[in-house]
């Protein structure tokens, strides 16, 4: 299954229309909101002070995320969704016509109801948006895809606020702002024409429009997979930290920066900036793979920066009316632009393995339902975020750099909750740092392994760190069938038995051991998993390729599945080794050692033999030990 690199993305017809489409629309919501807030900040509306409309218009917004989630989910599952995007992207023509004449005759009453109108289309915008990557992209492209779509996320709020800022100078015309957002509808709409076609996930799907039933049905649904659903809790929650900080900034640049307008800008575009490039690194750090262990990471990087953003305050000069030059030359100007850029980037490492993840773990027919659950939660999550602000900064009064510091300390009790509960996040990273670290891992032939089905995996057994290597570079999840006395060790026992590891002892020392292994084997097989073993049944004391034991040729007299010979080369040496003394036993010569893992083509079970596929690793291992 071939990957294509982010300029072929952004250059092919599956994805850069869709990615053009959505880069659109989100530019022109914040042109329009931005260029809202501007009129009601002028006082266009006497008598209610500019912050209640806002908080309105904020809600209003918000509000069909609420109201219509459900229905959006259920239309974006049973129909076409090329055909819905073409006429989402008509409505938000029309809403803006009638934005236009809103802002003409500065009508802003009137504006809050087209701003509800946006709501109503990005509701029924969103699980399209997401649901749609997986059908045009393989799951080698989902990480790549979702990291575009997160740069251009943020790249067009930051251009849309800032275009709704200038649209709206005095001296410029009345109709530019009104005929901008126009333009850009139109032109969202042609990007839209050009998707090609994705075919209805579940064609006879009845719509169920009892909106409040079908709420708590799809909720359910996201519920069914564990995993998916802390998933979703966790793209929520970094909503919640996203709303919290970009609400709280421009009374944090006001209040205790003294800064101006264009300071506020400037730190705003750094925040947006910071997620767009932690979304560009997060695909080239997770070599383009569905990387849990990056999500670890993400939320390790919002805590310190966030803990430090209460801190980097700390010192700041008194001067009012500070401009970015003179905030950029100050004691700590620096330090804050670092936090909130590190606070940006590791929410990109953060949020898009999570979406990929979502898009990657759930049943296609339902995944446009599951995106309108995480709607409802994100909306809900973003609503309590307010309050929060509501609660933490107007009635405790606590100062804007703790409240950052509260957001910090909270991120770190979330991120306990979600690696305790769902432990295969934490083994990731862990996964990630050893491959990362101490080891550079090049890997061919891993397309011998099939997306889908069972099959069995033979390797050499070199040092006790093979799974973990292995476990990282291969796209499926494995089931490694491992010599118990390995199994049981400290630290890395924890890491086997989360990865459903399978432990095997000889069958004349441990009979019961032996024989549940084998049973256990069978039933991954059955439930077509991928099953490893390294058939010398030890690690090598000398770096050669020992007998294989014949438990292969049992396996497959079961359950006769395809078998993909594999070899790692480069380990014997290492301190997770034999060499040189007992493994552990040796200070590590050397980081970033370059080891290979490689694979040759499957073998048909029928032609599978221990002494064959023994000749197989030799030959794949060669000379490189």
């Not at 690696?419 to 032939?445: A, C, Q, S």
């Not at 770096?543 to 438990?551: D, H, I, L, P, R």
């Amino acid at each position: 299954m071939k990957k294509a690199s982010l300029t072929e993305l952004m250059t092919s017809r599956r994805f850069a229309p869709f990615f053009f489409t959505q880069f659109l629309g989100a530019y022109n919501d914040n042109v329009f909101r931005q260029a809202l807030i501007l009129l009601i900040a002028s006082g266009a509306v006497a008598g209610v002070s500019a912050n209640t409309l806002n908080n309105v218009g904020l809600a209003l917004f918000i509000l069909p995320f609420f109201l219509i989630s459900a229905l959006s989910g259920q239309i974006a599952d049973k129909y076409e969704k090329s055909m819905l995007l073409r006429r989402i992207k008509l409505a938000e023509i029309v809403i803006m016509f009638a934005g236009a004449v809103g802002f003409y005759y500065d009508a802003v009453y009137f504006l809050l109801a087209v701003l509800f109108c946006m709501g109503l289309q990005s509701t029924f915008f969103g699980p399209i948006k997401y649901s749609i990557i997986p059908q045009h992209l393989n799951d080698r492209e989902l990480v790549s895809g979702n990291a575009l779509v997160e740069m251009g996320t943020f790249l067009a709020i930051l251009l849309g606020s800032v275009s709704g800022v200038i649209l709206k100078m005095e001296g410029l015309s009345e109709w530019i702002a009104p005929m901008a957002v126009i333009v850009v509808a139109i032109m969202g709409y042609y990007a839209a024409r050009l998707i090609p076609a994705a075919a209805p996930a579940e064609p006879k799907l009845k719509i169920d429009w009892n909106l409040f039933r079908e709420t708590w049905r799809i909720i359910g649904q996201a519920r069914k997979v564990h995993s998916v659903w802390i998933s979703v809790l966790g793209i929520s929650w970094f909503w919640f930290l996203g709303a919290a900080y970009t609400t709280q900034l421009k009374v944090y640049v006001d209040d205790y920066l003294h800064g101006t307008d264009g300071l506020y800008a400037f730190l705003l575009a750094t925040f947006s900036i910071g997620i767009g490039l932690g979304s560009f690194l997060c695909e080239k750090l997770s070599g383009r793979r569905v990387e849990l262990g990056l999500v670890p990471l993400g939320s390790i990087g919002l805590s310190l920066f966030g803990i430090d953003l209460f801190f980097s305050y700390q010192g700041l000069s008194e001067a009012t009316n500070v401009g970015i030059q003179e905030f950029l030359l100050s004691p700590g100007g620096w330090r804050i632009v670092a936090d909130l850029t590190g606070v940006g980037v590791f929410g990109g490492f953060y949020i898009v393995p999570l979406f990929s993840f979502v898009q990657h773990r759930s049943d296609p027919r339902e995944l446009s339902r599951i995106i309108a659950a995480n709607n409802i939660l994100n909306a809900l999550l973003m609503v309590l975020s307010a309050a929060c602000g509501i609660v933490l900064v107007g009635v405790l009064e606590l100062t804007i750099p703790q409240f950052f510091l509260v957001l910090a300390l909270a991120n770190i009790l979330v991120a306990v909750y979600i690696y305790t509960v769902v432990p295969e996040f934490l083994i990731r990273l862990l996964i990630w740092m050893l491959t990362h670290t101490i080891y550079r891992v090049k890997n061919d032939g891993l397309d011998y392994i099939p997306d889908e089905g069972p099959c069995v995996l033979v390797c050499n057994h070199v040092s006790y760190v093979d799974a973990l290597i292995m476990a990282g570079a291969i796209r499926r999840p494995v089931r490694f069938v491992m010599f118990k006395p390995i199994y049981d060790m400290p630290v890395l026992n924890y890491i086997f038995r989360t990865g459903k590891t399978i432990p095997i002892d000889s069958k004349s020392r441990n009979p019961d051991i032996y024989e549940r292994a084998f049973v256990r084997i069978q039933e991954e097989l059955d439930a077509g998993e991928v099953v490893c073993i390294f058939p010398e049944g030890k690690l090598t004391t000398d770096g050669e390729v020992a007998e294989f034991k014949n438990g292969l040729e049992k396996i497959i007299a079961r359950n006769p599945v395809p078998v993909v010979p594999m070899a790692l080369r480069g380990l014997w040496g290492s301190v997770f080794s034999h060499r040189g003394g007992p493994a552990l036993s040796k200070m590590p010569r050397r980081f970033w050692s370059r080891i290979e893992l490689v694979a040759a083509e499957r073998v048909a079970p029928e032609q599978v033999n221990v002494e064959a596929m023994r000749n197989k690793v030799l030959a794949l291992r060669g000379d490189k030990r």
